[in-house]
């Protein structure tokens, strides 16, 4: 092996330790030599508190070691005395800046009321019970595009753009939102039931809730329909709570959730009638929408808004709080303005066959009877893109690989997307979403 630049900066880092005997939470008895690793993550005139994966214990200076400075990355060799080490051997691993103790990466998320680390073992444990749990139904877990060159086209969303090279021409390309559109082109390749975990990304102001990169869960299955993708839900809420903390009743931020299904189901109808005072068969175009909210006290709402400007704003307001109630609910029954890939219903087409799930006020999952009509589909498209421009975004390319797929014939199926992040907030009881995440962005690097 080639000799760095400087032997003496690299003899500060060295790159072979001793094996691990021991863990701080398994240490044998009084008497016995122990050899550990981790951070001395406090220091007192006589000693330390060493801190590894799994726990911390008291370490003890005998006078043949030279105490190190706070923070640093050590391997010692002691013996076990009254519950703690008292240590006879040391070296420093990797020694820690000064100012360890307010900033870095173990701080951050381990430190003193750092609760970060915990909630990233607990979304192992979370991701790992969602995979048992499609195994054992016979899904297939699949990997699609994360960069396209034609991305979802909800006027809503708001892609991050970039650039990529084919051959010598660099073309615009996008991060997926969603990775609906190959997912259900696996779905009418033959693949009957699939689920992704996966990042998506959304160019939305970032808060309590919303981080612009973050983690997916989606499925499908063939010749099934909405009724069947709210079970599974339900079901694998369930699951995943019952594998990761034992029981389906939870507390988050101080409200008991009973997570048992079935959950209440709400139609959209309902909701604004019961909770906003507000009949949406009356609201025939914005001016009505506007005046029905404005008589309710909606004092956001203005003469400028949209039709979905004020729906959106009237759910948020005062449907969401109604939700948020309830504990656990489904929204079901959507506008069919709001039904860019989902199914209308045969027997009333004013509404699609679309539910979204509500867990703790938090909008957790939505999900569709899927939409196999070419034509339908192109035209839905179309009209997306209107609302696109008229909102003054920039037009998106059209996904004419999905829609030749649809041509070609999808087998009828329903389809679920469940943010894993806001699943994990609630299991983890953590108030922010931040919380949950090794980096949010942005992430500190600038």
Not at 208 to 216: G, K, Q, S, Y
Not at 359 to 365: M, Q, S, T, W
Not at 369 to 398: I, K, M, W, Y
Request: hydrophobic content about 40%.
């Amino acid at each position: 092996m080639s000799a760095g630049p400087s032997g003496a900066a690299l003899s500060r880092y060295p790159g072979r330790c001793r094996r691990a005997s021991h863990l701080t939470t398994s240490l044998p008895r009084d008497g016995q030599t122990v050899c550990l690793h981790g951070r001395l993550v406090e220091t007192t005139p006589v000693g330390g508190w060493l801190a590894d994966r799994v726990g911390r214990v008291a370490l003890r200076w005998s006078v043949e070691v030279e105490p190190p400075g706070p923070g640093a990355i050590l391997e010692v060799v002691g013996r076990v005395a009254d519950g703690g080490v008292v240590v006879e051997e040391l070296v420093v691993l990797a020694p820690a800046a000064d100012g360890w103790e307010a900033s870095g990466e173990w701080q951050g998320q381990t430190g003193p009321g750092g609760s970060v680390a915990a909630n990233l073992r607990l979304r192992g444990l979370v991701l790992e019970a969602i995979r048992s749990f499609f195994s054992a139904r016979g899904f297939l877990e699949v990997e699609t595009p994360a960069l396209v060159l034609a991305p979802g086209q909800e006027a809503h969303l708001v892609p991050f753009e970039t650039r990529a090279r084919c051959g010598r021409e660099a073309v615009p390309a996008y991060l997926i939102t969603s990775p609906e559109h190959h997912m259900k082109r696996l779905l009418a390749a033959g693949h009957e039931r699939i689920y992704q975990l996966c990042r998506c990304f959304r160019d939305e102001e970032i808060s309590p809730l919303h981080n612009p990169e973050f983690t997916m869960l989606e499925w499908y299955r063939a010749y099934a329909g909405i009724e069947e993708v709210l079970a599974d839900t339900e079901e694998l809420i369930v699951h995943v709570a019952r594998s990761v903390r034992g029981n389906s009743r939870l507390t988050y931020q101080g409200r008991s959730l009973e997570l048992g299904r079935p959950w209440p189901q709400w139609t959209v109808r309902r909701a604004f009638a019961e909770w906003a005072g507000i009949d949406l068969d009356r609201a025939t175009d914005a001016a009505a929408l506007q005046a029905q909210a404005r008589e309710q006290g909606c004092a956001s709402v203005t003469a400028a808004d949209s039709w979905e400007d004020v729906f959106y704003k009237v759910l948020l307001e005062r449907v969401e709080p109604g939700l948020t109630e309830l504990g656990c609910a489904w929204l079901l029954e959507y506008p069919a303005r709001f039904a860019a890939l989902a199914r209308l219903k045969d027997e009333d087409p004013t509404v699609a066959e679309r539910g979204e799930a509500y867990l703790a006020g938090l909008e957790l999952a939505n999900g569709f009877t899927e939409l196999n009509d070419p034509e339908e589909q192109r035209a839905r498209f179309v009209t997306e893109a209107s609302r696109r421009t008229a909102a003054g975004r920039s037009p998106l390319p059209f996904d004419e690989g999905f829609l030749r797929m649809l041509t070609w014939g999808m087998p009828p199926a329903g389809g679920m997307a469940l943010g894993v992040d806001r699943l994990v907030m609630v299991l983890a009881d953590a108030p922010t979403i931040d919380r949950v995440i090794a980096f949010p962005f942005p992430d500190g690097s600038a």
